[in-house]
């Protein structure tokens, strides 16, 4: 007979995610996909990070029993309103924000948001000749279904999702007050459920999902128990989405006083990154955007304002770019640039932090064009460049998308294996990149206007 193994997270689980990638070069009114079509491993596919950490080096890791942090944990807890409380204040924030990916970065399972296909035919993966698992959608309430030799065998219900799904969607599933996740995900590049990556082509269930995944993916949540790798949490108390209380700390405190205080200009009880140090400013999106790291400290113990490096240890990289891999380090990649170590650039020098900039190359582009001037003779060197179209997109240049060496993904049916790939932020210049573009944009007559 055939059994489900039970895998404990004892390497690095990792999801590789697709990208459907026009390259941004719509502004450039260049179909770039007939370019990449033989190479669109090199447009498509975009990785996550691949971010589970050993979950033998927390202090919240070492007992079986209650978390020391709890109590702190609870009065922190209570200080939060949730993003939605901050509405009615910061309207045009609110707006902007509940457009991005930290907004969605994990929410409550419901069918609207799980955009796979539960049509028979459509909703399966098939592991091997006798391994299957079917997603089913019945009256609303989904769930994958464990098939072996065609018998079904268990069941586990959708109810996180993680990822907004931009490349792709995990699922979670409560069993008592853990969680697990559930074998397959769905890619939206290619339109299907798959084996998760780094998982072997058979039904792994009970994926521990740590409260590591949670600090990333969740503004708080909070550890009741701890036994071994499972972590008990407290259902209720989890704040989905990276919110706005995750960069600023708790609100509730704020809203009281700027609700009793309606005519006041000083703003107190919340923290405004405007005023950190670069340290600071780095630190707080290192802390999700620098791939793994051990923990020094219990979960959910970093606040924004905090130094990283009093609660991660960085997985140190002895030798380069070309040991950091493009998924989940964007931290890394950038500090080795030359932009980065020879100005006081942060990620917030491009980035909006409450804004959806997808595809925007153009405004990415404007926000290189601050520091790189004809006048400053600090400009692009290549003449081509000089010519005004391209100004508009510095991006796919000198941060191209590139193929991940950390994960691979097989493709159900072609069995096809994918690297998954995404955009570098390792600044700098690129031949090949370039000679892809010169040669299509020659090839092509494209006529800039
Ligand atoms: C160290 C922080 C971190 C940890 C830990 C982490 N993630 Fe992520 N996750 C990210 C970031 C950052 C991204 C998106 C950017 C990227 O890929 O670099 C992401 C992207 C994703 C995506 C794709 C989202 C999309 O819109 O396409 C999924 C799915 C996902 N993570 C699931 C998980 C699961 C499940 C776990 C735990 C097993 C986990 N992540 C652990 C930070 C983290
Ligand atoms: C009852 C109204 C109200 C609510 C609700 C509210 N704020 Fe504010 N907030 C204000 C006012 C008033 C200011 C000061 C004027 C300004 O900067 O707009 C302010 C300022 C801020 C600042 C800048 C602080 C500084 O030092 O300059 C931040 C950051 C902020 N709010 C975040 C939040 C977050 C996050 C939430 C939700 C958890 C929130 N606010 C909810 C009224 C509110
Ligand atoms: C609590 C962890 C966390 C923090 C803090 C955080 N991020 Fe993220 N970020 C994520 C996760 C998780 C995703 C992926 C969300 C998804 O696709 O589901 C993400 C996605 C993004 C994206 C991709 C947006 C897109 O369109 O796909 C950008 C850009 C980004 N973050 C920038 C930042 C910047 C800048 C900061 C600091 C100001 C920051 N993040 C702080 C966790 C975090
Ligand atoms: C990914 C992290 C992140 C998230 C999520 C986030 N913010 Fe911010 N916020 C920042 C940073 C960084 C700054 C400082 C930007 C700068 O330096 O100009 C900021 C600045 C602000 C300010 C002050 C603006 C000023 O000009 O002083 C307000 C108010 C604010 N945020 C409110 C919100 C609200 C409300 C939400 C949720 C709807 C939110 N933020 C979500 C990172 C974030
Ligand atoms: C905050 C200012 C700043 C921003 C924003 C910025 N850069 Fe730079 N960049 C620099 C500095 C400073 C250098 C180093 C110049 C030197 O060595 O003299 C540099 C170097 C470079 C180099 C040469 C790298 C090498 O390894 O030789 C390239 C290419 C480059 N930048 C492209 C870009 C692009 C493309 C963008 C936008 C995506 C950008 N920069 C945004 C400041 C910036
Ligand atoms: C010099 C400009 C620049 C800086 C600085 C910068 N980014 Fe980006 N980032 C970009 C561009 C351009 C993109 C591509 C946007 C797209 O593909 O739609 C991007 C994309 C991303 C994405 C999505 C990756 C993907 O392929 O889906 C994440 C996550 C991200 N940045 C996080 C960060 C973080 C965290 C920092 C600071 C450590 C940072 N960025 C600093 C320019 C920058
Ligand atoms: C078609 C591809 C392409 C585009 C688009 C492009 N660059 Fe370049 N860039 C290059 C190449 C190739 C070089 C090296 C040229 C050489 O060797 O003279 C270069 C050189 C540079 C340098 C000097 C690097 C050094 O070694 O000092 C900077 C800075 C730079 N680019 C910035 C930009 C900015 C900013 C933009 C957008 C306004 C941009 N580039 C657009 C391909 C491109």
């Not at 924030?93 to 955009?115: L, W």
């Not at 539960?118 to 098939?126: M, Q």
């Not at 609700?259 to 000083?266: A, G, L, R, S, V």
Request: charged share 20%.
């Amino acid at each position: 007979m055939f059994s489900i193994s039970v895998d404990l997270p004892s390497s690095r689980p990792d999801i590789a995610i697709y990208k459907k990638s026009p390259e941004g070069i719509k502004e450039l009114n260049i179909k770039w996909f007939r370019l990449h079509t033989s190479a669109w491993v090199i447009t498509g596919l975009i990785s996550t990070v691949a971010v589970w950490i050993s979950c033998t080096n927390g202090a919240d890791h070492t007992a079986t029993g209650v978390n020391d942090a709890d109590t702190a944990g609870v009065l922190f807890q209570s200080r939060y309103a949730s993003s939605a409380a901050c509405q009615s204040c910061h309207p045009d924030i609110y707006q902007k924000y509940i457009q991005t990916t930290h907004f969605r970065a994990t929410q409550i399972a419901t069918r609207d948001k799980v955009p796979g296909s539960f049509k028979p035919g459509n909703n399966f993966y098939r592991f091997n000749v006798s391994e299957t698992i079917k997603c089913i959608d019945s009256n609303g309430r989904m769930y994958q279904q464990v098939y072996i030799n065609g018998v079904n065998k268990k069941q586990q219900s959708f109810d996180i999702i993680f990822g907004a799904g931009k490349n792709a969607q995990s699922y979670a599933s409560w069993v008592g007050n853990r969680l697990v996740q559930l074998p397959l995900s769905y890619f939206s590049y290619i339109k299907k459920w798959n084996n998760s990556p780094g998982y072997p082509d058979k039904i792994v269930l009970n994926r521990v999902i740590t409260s590591r995944c949670l600090e990333c993916h969740t503004t708080n949540a909070k550890v009741i128990a701890v036994n071994g790798v499972f972590e008990d949490f407290d259902k209720s108390g989890v704040l989905y989405g990276v919110g706005c209380e995750k960069c600023h700390g708790p609100g509730m405190e704020h809203i009281n006083f700027e609700t009793q205080h309606p005519h006041t200009q000083d703003t107190v009880h919340i923290i405004n990154p405007k005023k950190f140090s670069r340290q600071q400013e780095l630190d707080l999106c290192a802390v999700c955007h620098s791939g793994s790291m051990n923990k020094l400290q219990p979960a959910f113990s970093f606040k924004p304002g905090d130094k990283l490096s009093d609660y991660y240890l960085p997985n140190i990289v002895s030798a380069g770019a070309e040991n950091l891999d493009v998924h989940g380090n964007q931290f890394g990649l950038l500090s080795l640039s030359k932009c980065f170590s020879k100005s006081d650039m942060t990620c917030n020098s491009c980035h909006d932090p409450h804004a959806n900039e997808e595809n925007q190359f153009q405004v990415f582009s404007q926000k290189c064009m601050r520091c790189h001037t004809e006048a400053g003779n600090n400009f692009c060197t290549l003449k081509e460049v000089k010519a005004n179209p391209l100004k508009a997109n510095c991006i796919n240049c000198h941060m191209p998308v590139q193929p991940s060496k950390a994960i691979v993904f097989t493709e159900q049916g072609t069995r096809k294996r994918i690297p998954a790939a995404m955009r570098t932020h390792l600044i700098k210049v690129y031949p090949q990149e370039t000679a892809k573009l010169i040669k299509y944009i020659k090839g092509n007559n494209i006529n800039f206007r």
